[in-house]
């Protein structure tokens, strides 16, 4: 058996589109046929049905009305697929044979930009990546608002996972044959589709593409890696686009260098943009800060926070701006007022471009434009530089405004295919056919008046059918009245007649011409305004960009003034300091004025590591993070929550806090630990900020003691970081620290007493903490009091018993960070170092021997703590 043609045709456009599910136009439907049907049934819910196809066995079938297809779109696309429209590219009353169809967009979720749908608050990224020798180029483009930008980084799987995590794309190109290692690490991590695609898409006429594109662009300049990557990039936006789109004008090249670097794990743990356990806004810093008015202001506030600055003019620039619209209450409240009526320009310019915009949307476009000059008025008063510049380079596009007012009507249609767009005296051709349509209409409707004089015939009517056209209707009651030869019989009914005349076919003829050549007519003025604004796409998306910015500045202000937050002072290097300062997430979700304020003072010398002890709950993390988020916000030009703030810039922030496993890669919380701790040692430098939580916890008690101690030692010894450093840590033996390793200083998390139970007072004050408050933490947990009970006899026991060897580890403690100044020269100096080791009481020869042989000028600190473990346990087996 023969294929039919139609399903020839079908198989055709679907085997160059083998990745897609192909929307195939038939009629007034997008039909879906074999594989691609039952997806679509189970993924859209449909009923699968069946079409005779040529073959022995039906072809599972299934469909959705065309003029619906936006909502089942996104729902494909959503879940990761990519779907191909199939459009019938003739009229199928002119086609000769089977109409003629073909794919004229691919939408992928890389590629998606139907706002109605995207989120208005983040940007819809797709991103290449091109690798070749030690390095990575790392290209993002947002096809809805033309935004498209590039990096150059080491090829290095932490270094890519950073730079995807702050953009968080939904679709990555990449070249076949990628490493597994890599591979496997962007999909365990990011729920992104991946499309592989040969090396030369990304090489072939990569220069002459880009310089066609981005024709204002120094593309020369480009490292030949980058200009790789973005061709890649725009290929795969422009084939599946089928278009140019003119609003993708502009490439910009970014070091990462350039911001403050915070890793994927640092980005997870201090929430910035959306909460560690839901992945929801509500509960992260994007949802403390973002008070902004429009979608645009919304999405760059999203973006200063995944990329805070480390040069200080413009961090201060932001600053003084921001303090500028606080001192100016009434001119914030005036620009809010005006920001609050502007579109989504960005997303309306990207319609413009891609040819979907509508009349309504120029509208909005209009109305946007509207409130431009306004905002400009107001921004002429203020002074701070920042604010003078964008006030100088704010376009308020009115020669664009004035072409939109003087074609669009008010109420447009919402099809541009349906006329009813197009205002009176725009044009004259479509003023004439108004009138020969408004004429007809009236003739035609004065025709049923004037026949029911004539006839007598009080029941006959004019009506319009789309078969007949227009007719007389008349009851057979009535035939008798009918004068002779009056009328045509044009069609017989079971209860009437259906008559023309001559005249009347002569009015339809020019009625309907009249309307079909005004649809035809509109639509192309229409496009010719469409194009004569696209003409100013790089103005309208300048003007976008600083209304973006001021709106920023606004949420910023207002932001600042209802929590009360302080001006920080920015330095480009020395002490971070911070009086009484917040957390500016947890201060919002509890009670007003209960959150209990915190000083800081870090340097790179006396105070470089504060060690931080106390028990769980008491607000350690807590404390700590709030310090890793004011240093951010300042970064981005933010006022902080804190009532003195003095901020040296700081190149990176690291973060080791909570237990996370990796069991899908085979890790185990303590190993996903040590690779974080790892990570933040080869990576922080003098300028970096290090939180680290719990280090060594994961493991046997002096396992996790050592791997602690060695940490601090390193962080503190290594030339190459001696950073600012919080640590928190549960090892109270580390307190001993202090005053042994330069820099160490001991701090605690303030708690009382009261009887049995315990009262965290969430003050960090100076000196270590004393007590775990273990048993106490866990009563409060709700862990039944019998347990509780006989956990503090078991405690009282083990006490007891290790009361014996406590100042004797005390000592020994002492003995590792005392660096004694000569070697041990004798045995009986040996017997000394044995009696602080205090197990005078051994008796054992062989164990005597074994303490007098150990060299501790050359052992490591771990290796000491291994070596002290062994011999308590034999002493204790004794």
Same mark, same amino acid.
């Given at each position: 058996?023969?294929?039919?043609?139609?399903? =020839?045709?079908?198989?055709?456009?679907?085997?160059?589109?083998?990745?897609?599910?192909?929307?195939?136009?038939?009629?007034?439907?997008?039909?879906?046929?074999?594989?691609?049907?039952?997806?679509?049934? %189970? $993924?859209? @819910?449909?009923?699968?049905?069946?079409?005779?196809?040529?073959?022995?066995?039906?072809?599972?079938?299934?469909?959705?009305?065309?003029?619906?297809?936006?909502?089942?779109?996104?729902?494909?696309?959503?879940?990761?697929?990519?779907?191909?429209?199939?459009?019938?590219?003739?009229?199928?009353? $002119?086609?000769?044979?089977?109409?003629?169809?073909?794919?004229?967009?691919?939408?992928?979720?890389?590629?998606?930009? *139907?706002?109605?749908?995207?989120?208005?608050?983040?940007?819809? #990224?797709?991103?290449?990546?091109?690798?070749?020798?030690?390095?990575?180029?790392?290209?993002?483009?947002?096809?809805?608002?033309?935004? &498209? =930008?590039?990096?150059?980084?080491?090829?290095?799987?932490?270094?890519?996972?950073?730079?995807?995590?702050?953009?968080?794309?939904?679709?990555?190109?990449?070249?076949?044959?990628?490493?597994?290692?890599?591979?496997?690490?962007?999909?365990?991590?990011?729920?992104?589709?991946?499309?592989?695609?040969?090396?030369?898409?990304?090489?072939?006429?990569?220069?002459?593409?880009?310089?066609?594109?981005?024709?204002?662009?120094?593309?020369?300049?480009?490292?030949?890696?980058?200009?790789?990557?973005?061709?890649?990039?725009?290929?795969?936006?422009?084939?599946?686009?089928?278009?140019?789109?003119?609003?993708?004008?502009?490439?910009?090249?970014?070091?990462?260098?350039?911001?403050?670097?915070?890793?994927?794990?640092?980005?997870?743990?201090?929430?910035?943009?959306?909460?560690?356990? *839901?992945?929801?806004?509500?509960?992260?810093?994007? +949802?403390?800060?973002?008070?902004?008015?429009?979608?645009?202001?919304?999405?760059?506030? %999203?973006? +200063?926070? $995944? =990329?805070?600055?480390?040069?200080?003019?413009?961090?201060?620039?932001?600053?003084?701006?921001?303090?500028?619209?606080?001192?100016?209450?009434?001119?914030?409240?005036?620009?809010?007022?005006?920001?609050?009526?502007?579109?989504?320009?960005?997303?309306?310019?990207?319609?413009?471009?891609?040819?979907?915009?509508?009349?309504?949307?120029?509208?909005?476009?209009?109305?946007?434009?509207?409130?431009?000059?306004?905002?400009?008025?107001?921004?002429?008063?203020?002074?701070?530089?920042?604010?003078?510049?964008?006030?100088?380079?704010?376009?308020?596009?009115?020669?664009? #405004?004035?072409?939109?007012?003087?074609?669009?009507?008010?109420?447009?249609?919402?099809?541009?295919?349906?006329?009813?767009?197009?205002?009176?005296?725009?044009?004259?051709?479509?003023? @004439?056919?108004?009138?020969?349509?408004?004429?007809?209409?009236?003739?035609?409707?004065?025709?049923?008046?004037?026949?029911?004089?004539?006839?007598?015939?009080?029941?006959?009517?004019?009506?319009?059918?789309?078969?007949?056209?227009?007719?007389?209707?008349?009851?057979?009651?009535?035939?008798?009245?009918?004068?002779?030869?009056?009328?045509?019989?044009?069609?017989?009914?079971?209860?009437?007649?259906?008559?023309?005349?001559?005249?009347?076919?002569?009015?339809?003829?020019?009625?309907?011409?009249?309307?079909?050549?005004?649809?035809?007519?509109?639509?192309?003025?229409?496009?010719?305004?469409?194009?004569?604004?696209?003409?100013?796409?790089?103005?309208?998306?300048?003007?976008?960009?600083?209304?973006?910015?001021?709106?920023?500045?606004?949420?910023?202000?207002?932001?600042?003034?209802?929590?009360?937050?302080?001006?920080?002072?920015?330095?480009?290097?020395?002490?971070?300091?911070?009086?009484?300062?917040?957390?500016?997430?947890?201060?919002?979700?509890?009670?007003?004025?209960?959150? /209990?304020?915190?000083?800081?003072?870090?340097?790179?010398?006396?105070?470089?590591?504060?060690?931080?002890?106390?028990?769980?709950?008491?607000?350690?993390?807590?404390?700590?993070?709030?310090?890793?988020?004011?240093?951010?916000?300042?970064?981005?030009?933010? &006022?902080?929550?804190?009532?003195?703030?003095?901020?040296?810039?700081?190149?990176?922030?690291?973060? !080791?806090?909570?237990?996370?496993?990796?069991?899908?890669?085979?890790?185990?919380?303590?190993?996903?630990?040590? +690779?974080?701790?790892?990570?933040?040692?080869?990576?922080?430098?003098?300028?970096?900020?290090?939180?680290?939580?719990?280090?060594? !916890?994961?493991?046997?008690? #002096?396992?996790?003691?050592?791997?602690? +101690?060695? /940490?601090?030692?390193?962080?503190?010894?290594?030339?190459?970081?001696?950073?600012?450093?919080?640590?928190?840590?549960? #090892?109270?033996?580390?307190?001993?620290?202090?005053?042994?390793?330069?820099?160490?200083?001991?701090?605690?998390?303030?708690?009382?007493?009261?009887?049995?139970?315990?009262?965290?007072?969430?003050?960090?004050?100076?000196?270590?903490?004393?007590?775990?408050?273990?048993?106490?933490?866990?009563?409060?947990?709700?862990?039944?009091?019998?347990?509780?009970?006989?956990?503090?006899?078991?405690?009282?026991?083990?006490?007891?018993?290790?009361?014996?060897?406590? *100042?004797?580890?005390?000592?020994?403690?002492?003995?590792?960070?005392?660096?004694?100044?000569?070697?041990?020269?004798?045995?009986?100096?040996?017997?000394?170092?044995?009696?602080?080791?205090?197990?005078?009481?051994?008796?054992?020869?062989?164990?005597?021997?074994?303490?007098?042989?150990?060299?501790?000028?050359?052992?490591?600190?771990?290796?000491?703590?291994?070596?002290?473990?062994?011999?308590?346990?034999?002493?204790?087996?004794?």
């Amino acid at each position: 058996m023969a294929l039919t043609p139609m399903m =020839q045709q079908y198989l055709e456009v679907k085997e160059k589109n083998k990745e897609c599910i192909l929307f195939f136009r038939l009629g007034d439907f997008y039909e879906m046929f074999f594989e691609d049907a039952e997806i679509a049934s %189970r $993924e859209l @819910e449909l009923v699968l049905t069946g079409r005779d196809c040529g073959l022995e066995k039906r072809a599972p079938m299934c469909g959705i009305p065309y003029h619906a297809s936006s909502s089942y779109i996104n729902k494909l696309v959503t879940k990761g697929y990519k779907v191909a429209i199939c459009e019938q590219l003739e009229d199928p009353s $002119e086609a000769k044979g089977i109409v003629r169809r073909d794919v004229i967009k691919i939408i992928t979720p890389g590629t998606y930009s *139907d706002s109605s749908f995207l989120e208005d608050t983040r940007n819809n #990224y797709l991103m290449s990546l091109y690798i070749e020798s030690d390095n990575a180029a790392l290209c993002f483009a947002d096809v809805s608002t033309g935004d &498209f =930008q590039c990096t150059l980084v080491k090829h290095e799987i932490s270094n890519i996972l950073d730079e995807i995590s702050k953009f968080l794309p939904k679709e990555i190109i990449l070249v076949e044959g990628i490493p597994d290692r890599l591979l496997n690490s962007i999909t365990e991590r990011f729920s992104i589709l991946i499309t592989k695609t040969d090396k030369k898409y990304f090489i072939a006429d990569a220069l002459e593409n880009l310089k066609t594109q981005f024709k204002d662009c120094s593309i020369e300049g480009f490292d030949s890696i980058l200009q790789k990557g973005a061709n890649g990039l725009l290929k795969y936006i422009m084939e599946t686009q089928k278009i140019v789109l003119s609003h993708i004008n502009q490439i910009s090249f970014y070091n990462s260098y350039d911001y403050l670097s915070i890793d994927i794990n640092s980005r997870r743990n201090l929430e910035i943009t959306e909460t560690l356990k *839901d992945k929801s806004k509500k509960g992260s810093l994007l +949802w403390v800060l973002d008070k902004t008015n429009t979608a645009m202001g919304a999405r760059l506030l %999203r973006k +200063w926070l $995944e =990329q805070p600055l480390i040069k200080k003019d413009k961090i201060v620039d932001r600053l003084d701006a921001i303090e500028e619209i606080m001192n100016n209450y009434q001119l914030y409240e005036d620009l809010k007022l005006n920001l609050k009526d502007i579109y989504d320009i960005e997303r309306l310019v990207g319609k413009i471009s891609s040819k979907s915009v509508n009349a309504k949307e120029l509208l909005a476009l209009k109305a946007s434009i509207e409130k431009i000059p306004r905002i400009k008025e107001l921004l002429s008063n203020f002074k701070s530089n920042l604010l003078k510049g964008i006030y100088h380079n704010l376009d308020c596009l009115q020669d664009v #405004y004035e072409v939109i007012h003087k074609s669009i009507i008010e109420n447009p249609s919402f099809s541009i295919k349906e006329g009813g767009i197009i205002k009176n005296g725009y044009n004259e051709e479509i003023d @004439e056919l108004r009138r020969a349509k408004t004429n007809g209409r009236e003739w035609i409707a004065s025709l049923e008046h004037q026949e029911r004089d004539v006839t007598g015939i009080k029941s006959l009517k004019v009506g319009y059918n789309k078969v007949f056209g227009y007719y007389i209707e008349v009851t057979k009651s009535n035939f008798g009245s009918i004068p002779e030869n009056r009328y045509i019989r044009k069609q017989t009914l079971a209860n009437c007649e259906r008559y023309i005349t001559p005249e009347l076919k002569e009015i339809e003829e020019k009625v309907l011409g009249a309307q079909e050549k005004l649809i035809e007519l509109e639509y192309s003025v229409f496009v010719e305004i469409r194009d004569l604004v696209e003409k100013q796409i790089d103005r309208m998306q300048n003007s976008a960009k600083l209304i973006s910015e001021v709106d920023c500045l606004c949420s910023l202000a207002l932001v600042a003034k209802e929590n009360n937050y302080c001006k920080p002072e920015i330095k480009a290097e020395g002490e971070l300091v911070i009086i009484e300062g917040r957390h500016p997430i947890v201060e919002k979700v509890i009670p007003r004025n209960s959150f /209990v304020a915190n000083d800081t003072h870090l340097d790179n010398e006396s105070k470089q590591l504060i060690l931080i002890t106390g028990p769980n709950m008491a607000g350690k993390s807590t404390y700590m993070r709030q310090v890793a988020l004011i240093n951010i916000l300042a970064q981005i030009g933010s &006022f902080v929550p804190a009532k003195k703030a003095s901020i040296a810039i700081c190149d990176k922030i690291f973060t !080791r806090i909570g237990a996370s496993d990796d069991l899908a890669g085979g890790k185990s919380t303590f190993m996903v630990e040590m +690779w974080e701790v790892s990570n933040i040692l080869k990576n922080a430098t003098k300028n970096s900020l290090i939180i680290l939580d719990e280090v060594g !916890r994961g493991t046997s008690t #002096y396992d996790g003691l050592s791997i602690a +101690w060695s /940490v601090i030692e390193y962080i503190c010894s290594n030339e190459k970081i001696k950073c600012k450093t919080l640590f928190a840590t549960h #090892y109270h033996e580390l307190t001993s620290l202090e005053g042994k390793i330069n820099g160490v200083k001991n701090y605690s998390v303030a708690v009382k007493k009261v009887q049995n139970d315990i009262v965290f007072l969430r003050k960090i004050i100076e000196g270590g903490a004393d007590e775990s408050y273990g048993i106490e933490v866990a009563k409060l947990a709700g862990i039944p009091e019998e347990v509780t009970n006989r956990a503090k006899e078991i405690l009282h026991t083990l006490e007891s018993k290790g009361k014996k060897y406590e *100042d004797s580890k005390e000592a020994s403690i002492q003995n590792f960070v005392e660096e004694p100044k000569q070697k041990v020269e004798n045995t009986k100096n040996s017997k000394k170092t044995i009696k602080q080791v205090g197990f005078i009481d051994i008796e054992k020869e062989n164990i005597l021997n074994e303490l007098q042989a150990i060299d501790i000028l050359n052992m490591t600190p771990m290796e000491g703590f291994n070596k002290l473990y062994d011999i308590i346990k034999r002493v204790k087996s004794l």
